[in-house]
């Protein structure tokens, strides 16, 4: 996905493409459910009105992982529309389970690279918020490159906030925390909430994941940034 040089017209990943495992019962959900709450990836920005049979502030969520987070927000604020964009087809699948099983009409999902469907298929000024949750903090040095978050994929994404629309990434490595924190930071269109980490939002629910780590005093960061101007 990224390079040091062009990262947005390199095929540098931030992602590993893994097979991974499928349960039965995430299969079912995949092969039932994915006509009624996936769309295509498309080169054109697409029209989420008719999709969603509404006008509502819609969020973006990158790399959903298995998607509790995302069925449960969605859940808790059935006023807002949600995109998640994931590759890993156990994670799709897992959360058209969560989808049918608590009857979600305010969520869909776009299996395909998210720097493709940022540039091709969302709008400039059109998201209410951004949602990423944990990626990948590709630790060692030589795969910084392949970190999501870098300047022109920052660029991008503020470019398709609304006026007053927020970006927020959570992680719990702290030298990622940190290269977000800087990267966000020197992105014109975006000024910090808090102006530096910020207290998880009552949205974002904890993970077992994070609800473990914490136990064992390994941190989280959450940073919180919006697009200046007025909404």
């Given at each position: 996905?990224?390079?040091p040089t062009h990262?947005l017209?390199r095929?540098?990943?931030s992602?590993?493409?893994?097979q ?7 299969q079912?959900?995949?092969?039932a ?9 498309q ?9 969603f ?9 990158i790399?959903?992982g298995?998607?509790?987070?995302t ?9 807002t ?7 890993h087809t156990?994670?799709?699948g897992s ?10 009409k ?10 493709e469907?940022?540039?091709h298929?969302?709008?400039e ?14 630790p060692?040095?030589?795969h910084?490159k392949?970190?999501?978050?870098q300047?022109e ?6 470019s ?10 959570a ?5 990622y925390?940190e ?8 992105e ?9 980490y910020?207290?998880r939002?009552a949205y974002?629910?904890l993970?077992?994941f ?7 005093g390994?941190?989280?960061w959450?940073?919180?940034?919006k ?5």
């Amino acid at each position: 996905m990224t390079s040091p040089t062009h990262p947005l017209h390199r095929p540098i990943r931030s992602y590993v493409l893994r097979q991974g495992r499928i349960s039965h019962a995430q299969q079912r959900a995949y092969d039932a459910l994915l006509p009624l709450f996936a769309l295509p990836y498309q080169a054109s920005p697409i029209d989420f009105g008719p999709i969603f049979k509404r006008d509502a502030p819609r969020v973006l969520e990158i790399g959903f992982g298995m998607g509790e987070s995302t069925a449960a927000i969605a859940a808790s604020h059935p006023e807002t529309d949600f995109i998640g964009v994931e590759v890993h087809t156990p994670g799709v699948g897992s959360l058209l389970k969560q989808i049918g099983e608590r009857d979600l009409k305010n969520v869909r999902i776009i299996q395909h690279d998210a720097v493709e469907v940022l540039r091709h298929m969302i709008a400039e000024n059109t998201l209410s918020g951004i949602h990423l949750f944990f990626p990948d903090p590709w630790p060692k040095l030589r795969h910084h490159k392949r970190r999501l978050i870098q300047a022109e994929f920052t660029h991008l994404l503020a470019s398709r906030l609304r006026p007053g629309g927020y970006l927020h990434a959570a992680t719990d490595w702290e030298p990622y925390a940190e290269h977000m924190l800087a990267t966000l930071g020197h992105e014109a269109l975006l000024e910090n909430t808090v102006g530096g980490y910020a207290p998880r939002p009552a949205y974002r629910p904890l993970t077992k994941f994070e609800q473990r780590g914490l136990k064992l005093g390994h941190g989280v960061w959450d940073i919180v940034f919006k697009k200046r101007g007025q909404p």
